[in-house]
């Protein structure tokens, strides 16, 4: 079992900043990648920004220039700083990650979700 558990959510005013984090702990093999997703009230999920294995990264346009993904060495946490917050970007964030684990002996590749933080940016 893999559990994901965020931190670092809150109340910031506009302009302001937040550093999220996501930390999986568990019968962990490997991570593939880990990401970041956001959803407002009376909206769908959204991916915000992805970090592949590799060290690629990828970000939805409202955030560009803006959030920063990145990962520890260990490749098992991962971080959103989130720099220049607008009012928009109010949402409660979740954390997911693809990990690989060992199963009643066989290596499984499956999804995982954090329970969620909230992040408030004031006007």
């Known amino acids: 079992q893999v559990v994901l558990v965020e931190s670092g959510g809150g109340l910031v005013q506009a302009g302001g900043s937040l550093r999220l984090s996501c930390a999986a702990s568990g019968s962990i093999f490997s991570t593939d990648t880990m990401a970041w997703y956001r959803q407002a009230p009376g909206k769908q999920r959204e991916l915000v920004a992805r970090s592949h294995s590799g060290g690629s990264t990828n970000y939805v346009n409202s955030v560009k220039g803006r959030f920063t993904i990145s990962r520890d060495n260990a490749k098992t946490t991962v971080y959103l700083q989130m720099n220049s917050l607008k009012p928009e970007d109010t949402a409660v964030y979740y954390c997911?990650?693809?990990?690989?684990?060992?199963?009643?002996?066989?290596?499984?590749?499956?999804?995982?979700w954090g329970q969620g933080t909230q992040v408030t940016v004031s006007s």
């Open positions: 997911n990650a693809l990990v690989s684990s060992f199963v009643v002996g066989h290596l499984t590749t499956r999804d995982y």
